[in-house]
């Protein structure tokens, strides 16, 4: 009897001490969970530097300098170029143009008929930018590093330089710090290059995308606060941006601002948004993004077609060299096409699919390494996909190829109609007689380049993409029937078409 009661005793106390072991094991590791931040180093709003802010986020700091890695896939990944491997080039990634010498037709003219190459990971972007010969080889705007380097520091350095209330210690997203953000933004970007460049140090970093005292995500970037007021105040719904929905049907007495009314989902999107769109970044007019009618690629076009620039002359990218069609050119559109894609409209963020949670320990952690998420066994998918990775890897895969097909025949088409107008200016046919063509080229090649310049192949929006390629094809041929219907008697026109065929 009484050896029973010891050996309960005993078991008793050993399973007490395990539970209470195991209970302190856990909530070390809860604890461990909760304090992401080990303040080691005081963050402040002129914190740079990524390092600094390594210190106290060692894990999302290892992560995101692993954004030097280069791997290629199908469509997208990085890339060195062998060839450029030489003396001092060691840098460069694999050219575009020289990889589809359409490209180069298309923007005869245009400063991207002189570079234009594969993107890579964050770490390179400051650099790529400052050696690019789109930079070297033509002038270019201190605007150009809204979306290449750390340089909210800077705006607002610029901005208390020309006046602006306050000290540089104040929150950014105080009055203070936004009336400086604001006033420096366009001084600094009607700088040459040269000059502009020299105020900033580091690609973009931790200070961008974080509040140092906080942590909170936050939007710091001008053109984008400016993009997000314009879209608010237009009347395209968009049922994947909540808070804008929500502040249309509110008093509007203040606009729009994404960080005082953008949910944390939003927010895991609004931060890429602070540069992978569209967007006007040249000498003639301060950066902006065209969002005032929408985010849809007609829409777009349309602010483009009624814009026109402070010194009164018509919104153009450029004139195109062999037809004298005048052009746009699109850049990178990832947000606004995501925007019209089923992930979008699902809540799916940038930030799920590029920047998956990792394990490590008990801890969840943001994987900083922004990249393809092919490179990352589809992992990101598989938290709501539940195929394996070489199934998602091949319905990616698919929308792509599809996507690339199709853009190639529009290219074809887009390609045909440049000629075909040279062709007929050869012939001496009038200006006028040319318009309809000209414009139809615009049209085309606009939509072209938007689903070449956005970077998923199709992924992002497979059936809008399709769309876009689709009118693409559409207005090439008008204008080639446009031609055709002059009735020139071009032997040099006849020949252009038998050539393109
Ligand atoms: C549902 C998942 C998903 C979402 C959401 C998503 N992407 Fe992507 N993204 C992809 C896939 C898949 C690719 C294609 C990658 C490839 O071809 O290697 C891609 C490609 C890209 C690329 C080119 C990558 C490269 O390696 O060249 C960029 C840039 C990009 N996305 C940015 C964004 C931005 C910005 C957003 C939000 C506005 C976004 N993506 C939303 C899945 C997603
Ligand atoms: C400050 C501007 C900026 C912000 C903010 C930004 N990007 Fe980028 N991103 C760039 C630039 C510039 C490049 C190209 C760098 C180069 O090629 O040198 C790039 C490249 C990429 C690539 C291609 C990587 C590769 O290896 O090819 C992906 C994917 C990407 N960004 C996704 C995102 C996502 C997702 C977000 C938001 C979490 C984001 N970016 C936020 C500017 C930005
Ligand atoms: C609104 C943001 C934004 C602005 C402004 C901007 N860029 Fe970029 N840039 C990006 C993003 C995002 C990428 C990566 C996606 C891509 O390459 O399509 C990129 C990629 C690049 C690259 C690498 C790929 C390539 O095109 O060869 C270069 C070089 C570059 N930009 C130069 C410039 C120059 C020069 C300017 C000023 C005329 C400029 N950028 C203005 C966002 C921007
Ligand atoms: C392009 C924007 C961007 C940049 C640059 C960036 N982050 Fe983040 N970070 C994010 C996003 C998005 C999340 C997810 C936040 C959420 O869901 O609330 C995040 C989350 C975090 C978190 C919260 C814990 C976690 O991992 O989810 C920490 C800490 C963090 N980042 C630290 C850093 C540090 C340190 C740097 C610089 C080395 C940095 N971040 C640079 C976008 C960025
Ligand atoms: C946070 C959840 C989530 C993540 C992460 C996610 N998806 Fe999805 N995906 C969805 C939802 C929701 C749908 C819509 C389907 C539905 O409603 O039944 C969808 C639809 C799709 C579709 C069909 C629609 C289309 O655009 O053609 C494909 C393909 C797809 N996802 C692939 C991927 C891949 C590849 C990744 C990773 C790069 C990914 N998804 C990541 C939630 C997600």
New binding site residues.
Partial sequence: MKLRYILVAIVTALVTFGLFALRDNMSDRKAEAHTTVFKLTDLTEQTTDPAEWGKNFPRQYDSYRRTVDMERTRYGGSEADPGAIGAEDVHKTVSNIERDPRLKAMWNGYAFAIDFREDRGHAYMLHDQRETDRVLKKPQVGACLHCHASITVAYREAGIAAGAPGTLDEPLLSDNGQAQLMKGFPIISAMPYEEATKTVEHPVTCLDCHDPQSNQLRITRPGLLNGLIALANSTEPVPHLESVEKWRTGNREQPYDPNRLASRQELRSLVCAQCHVEYYCASKETLFFPWHNGLKVEQIEAVYDGHTFPDGSPFLDFKHKQSGAPAYKAQHPEFETWSQ???AR?G?SCA??HMPYIREGAMKVSDHHVRS?LLND?K??Q???RDSAEE?VQ??HI?QDRTAALMSRALDAVVALINETEAAMAAGAADEQLAAARDFQKKAQWRVDFVNAENSMGFH??QEAARILGEAIDYAQQGRLSLAMLGLPAAGAAKQVAAAK
């Fill in positions: 894609g089923v992930h699902a799916v799920d699919c998420p589809a990101a998918c938290v709501c996909h998602l319905r990616v929308i929006a497979p």
